[in-house]
């Protein structure tokens, strides 16, 4: 059990079998009354957003989380196949399940799922991803003004913004938290 006091950003609580985040929390005092702790809490699981009142000194649970990195390995129907490194086990997850990473999933990519009580519930992929441009315009000698970008498609489907000076071929690290160009990378 999770007493109110221990409350802080980024704690994983457990509320009617479901596991929660707490994205923010604060506690209050008012003149009057009994002290509480006013959170704003994200399902792990559906991604919705609550805000929830908790009288101070209340208790919650702690959910049964397990995290492990796993790599992918290919699309196979309707699910996607993930290999456990050190097992060798492979679980199939469904596309709501994997909808979010999907534009960063490469062959072979390591990435880490989050486990509530045995069952797969969310994929995390590494922060930062290097991936090559397949598709994209020429950059034009004279087209340098502050700043200025052109689309480009990735290897996986994805498409970023990137600098007028990149070429079809060139690899680019992706933050996967933003979805944006953060740096070239020379092979």
């Not at 930062?128 to 441009?133: A, G, K, R, S």
């Amino acid at each position: 059990m999770i007493s109110t006091q221990d409350f802080r950003k980024n704690l994983k609580i457990e509320i009617d079998g479901e596991p929660y985040v707490i994205i923010d929390c604060q506690h209050v005092k008012p003149g009057k009354g009994v002290a509480f702790v006013k959170t704003r809490i994200k399902s792990l699981i559906s991604g919705r957003v609550l805000d929830q009142n908790y009288r101070s000194g209340d208790k919650v649970d702690q959910p049964n989380l397990e995290s492990r990195t796993m790599q992918y390995l290919y699309p196979e129907d309707a699910f996607y196949v993930f290999m456990d490194t050190s097992t060798y086990e492979q679980i199939r997850l469904t596309n709501d399940a994997v909808e979010e990473v999907l534009p960063y999933l490469k062959d072979n990519l390591e990435v880490d799922i989050l486990f509530h009580n045995g069952k797969p519930i969310s994929v995390e992929p590494p922060t930062f991803l290097v991936l090559e441009v397949t598709q994209t315009d020429p950059g034009f000698k004279g087209d340098t003004a502050q700043g200025a970008t052109k689309p480009a498609t990735l290897e996986t489907g994805l498409t970023v913004q990137v600098p007028l000076y990149m070429e079809i071929g060139q690899m680019v690290k992706v933050d996967t938290r933003t979805g944006e160009f953060v740096e070239r990378v020379n092979k």
